[in-house]
């Protein structure tokens, strides 16, 4: 990232992102054995923003809060997964550098998750997952977050 402070010469910046969330995503099945199924995931999420340098002009950012993930997976072949889901998240807490910057306490955001899940074998699942995120309330409509990831997972 770069940033551009009055009357100097850009910095470049090297930046920290993280994103942790704990949810739990009861599925529906029309019929057993189904191809597809419906879900509505519930959690908590933690996303974090940080500048390597903290005396710049880019603030840290943590925001913390709960969020709702109605979910479509869909299993065309065996061991191939799809998921896709809208996502709203209410950021109820935000860093005291942030909160100052935006005048806000607490703010709404929308987004969505779209994923591709391939079982390896029976105990290993890679997953590639893409998730974008905005503040609702913002006149420029802001991005929160926009990941591309691919994580591999042991199943147990």
């Known amino acids: 990232a770069y940033e551009h402070p009055p009357s100097a010469m850009p910095n470049e910046l090297h930046l920290r992102s993280h994103h942790v969330e704990l949810s739990a995503l ?13 879900g509505v ?11 390597d340098v903290h005396n710049l002009q880019t603030p840290r950012q943590l925001l913390t809060g709960p969020f709702l993930r109605p979910e479509l997976l ?7 997964s799809l998921r896709i889901g809208p996502e ?11 909160r100052a910057a935006l005048g806000a306490r607490q703010l709404l955001a929308i987004g969505g998750q ?16 893409f998730r974008e995120s905005h503040v609702v ?6 991005d929160i977050e926009r990941y591309l990831t691919i994580v591999l997972t042991r199943v147990f």
């Open 26 to 38: 009861p599925l529906w099945r029309p019929e057993p054995g189904a191809v597809w199924a419906l």
């Open 41 to 51: 995931g519930v959690g908590y999420a933690l996303r974090v923003f940080w500048p």
């Open 74 to 80: 869909i299993r065309p072949v065996r061991p191939l």
């Open 137 to 142: 309330f913002t006149p420029d409509f802001s």
């Open 114 to 129: 779209v994923s591709a899940s391939l079982s390896l074998t029976q105990a290993y699942v890679l997953e590639l997952v």
């Open 88 to 98: 709203l998240h209410w950021i109820a807490t935000l860093d005291p550098q942030l």
